[in-house]
């Protein structure tokens, strides 16, 4: 069973950059489709970008498409999201999610995650 944590979040104001890293521990890293998924107050959470266990496909949403890169080093067992050009309706709890041989494309809904990380709070405002 892998376990996640999540760090890098912060306030920033409007326009900013900011990388989020998730740590895995616990199991073979490599074996793991992994996502990044949101939840703003209020609200549901949501997809926002995903990995294939090689690392050589991502996926995104289409609010963080061309701001966002989700990469992965498996060898330090860590995936990472580059947020650029932030915005304020990017603020949210952002939360890393595993899934064994997972498919990274179908990686869309929270369901589909097997295991989750606490989250690390991300505030975009002036």
């Known amino acids: 069973q892998v376990q996640l944590e999540e760090s890098g979040g912060g306030l920033l104001q409007p326009g900013g950059s900011l990388r989020l890293s998730c740590a895995a521990s616990?199991?073979?890293?490599?074996?793991?489709?992994m996502g990044w998924f949101r939840q703003a107050p209020g609200k549901e959470r949501e997809f926002v970008a995903s990995?294939?266990?090689?690392?050589?496909?991502?996926y995104y949403a289409d609010s963080v498409k061309g701001r966002f890169t989700m990469s992965r080093d498996n060898a330090k067992n860590t995936v990472y999201l580059q947020m650029n050009s932030l915005k304020p309706e990017d603020t949210a709890v952002y939360f890393c999610?595993?899934?064994?041989?997972?498919?990274?494309?179908?990686?869309?809904?929270?369901?589909?995650?097997?295991?989750w990380g606490k989250g690390t709070l991300v505030t975009v405002s002036s």
């Open positions: 990995i294939t266990r090689s690392g050589s496909s991502t």
């Open positions: 999610g595993a899934r064994p041989y997972g498919s990274a494309q179908q990686m869309r809904t929270p369901d589909y995650i097997q295991y």
């Open positions: 616990g199991g073979p890293f490599s074996l793991y489709t």
